[in-house]
T-cell receptor, first 116, second 118 residues
Framework: EPEVTQTPSHQVTQMGQEVILRCVPI?????FYWYRQILGQKVEFLVS????????KSEIFDDQFSVERPDGSNFTLKIRSTKLEDSAMYFC??????????????FGPGTRLTVL | AQTVTQSQPEMSVQEAETVTLSCTYD???????LFWYKQPPSRQMILVIR??????QNATENRFSVNFQKAAKSFSLKISDSQLGDTAMYFC???????????????FGQGTRLTINP
């Protein structure tokens, strides 16, 4: 059964460094998402992406964040200059269209980002 | 803005018992979807059950059922005949209905850690 995959599973970086988190969505999906979960807190929406552009982004998704679908299969989240508060689990999701009003999201296993 | 609240951080029951996880939400939307997602340890979140707000009938998927009370903005998950494999974090989530097709963001609750004991 197709799955969303994410690499790496755990990333440790120094504050101020750039990180790229990678996701391979399910191949026929059209919509892509990033969420994050700070330890002990709720899962929060970061950004959605469709037709090679951002559909919606949250207040968390500031100029330090960017997303890209560089080659038609990968979907990446870049954090340009990491801060301590960026430490979290980052989840990628993708979805296909069931009907106009709803599409089901499938999640990857997450990348745990630790900023020291 | 929509909010989702799960007031039970942890629950624990014996195998084969029935357990109910609570969720309340707040929205001004009339048309929306509610979900329960399961996240086993070190594995990805998977969709357990979905409820469409315009449907009065409560959704059921095998041992999983919901009690959807639209007026009260309550959406609880009942797991019958619980199994060891049900041990996981459970998230309640909300998304509004989109008039035109588009990416839909999910709004999650804090999660309930459910442990099924042998």
């Amino acid at each position: 059964e197709p799955e969303v995959t994410q690499t790496p599973s755990h990333q440790v970086t120094q504050m101020g460094q750039e990180v790229i988190l990678r996701c391979v969505p399910i191949s026929n999906h059209l919509y892509f998402y990033w969420y994050r979960q700070i330890l002990g807190q709720k899962v929060e929406f970061l950004v959605s992406f469709y037709n090679n552009e951002i559909s919606e982004k949250s207040e968390i998704f500031d100029d330090q964040f960017s997303v890209e679908r560089p080659d038609g299969s990968n979907f990446t989240l870049k954090i340009r200059s990491t801060k301590l508060e960026d430490s979290a689990m980052y989840f990628c999701a993708s979805s296909y269209l069931i009907r106009v009003s709803y599409n089901e999201q499938f999640f990857g296993p997450g990348t745990r980002l630790t900023v020291l | 803005a929509q909010t989702v609240t799960q007031s039970q951080p942890e629950m624990s029951v014996q195998e084969a018992e029935t357990v109910t996880l609570s969720c309340t939400y707040d929205t001004s939307e009339n048309n929306y979807y509610l979900f329960w997602y399961k996240q086993p340890p070190s594995r990805q979140m998977i969709l357990v059950i979905r409820q469409e707000a315009y449907k009065q009938q409560n959704a059921t998927e095998n041992r999983f059922s919901v009690n959807f009370q639209k007026a009260a903005k309550s959406f609880s998950l009942k797991i019958s005949d619980s199994q060891l494999g049900d041990t996981a974090m459970y998230f309640c989530a909300f998304t509004r209905t989109y008039i035109i097709q588009g990416a839909q963001k999910l709004v999650f609750g804090q999660g309930t850690r459910l442990t099924i004991n042998p």
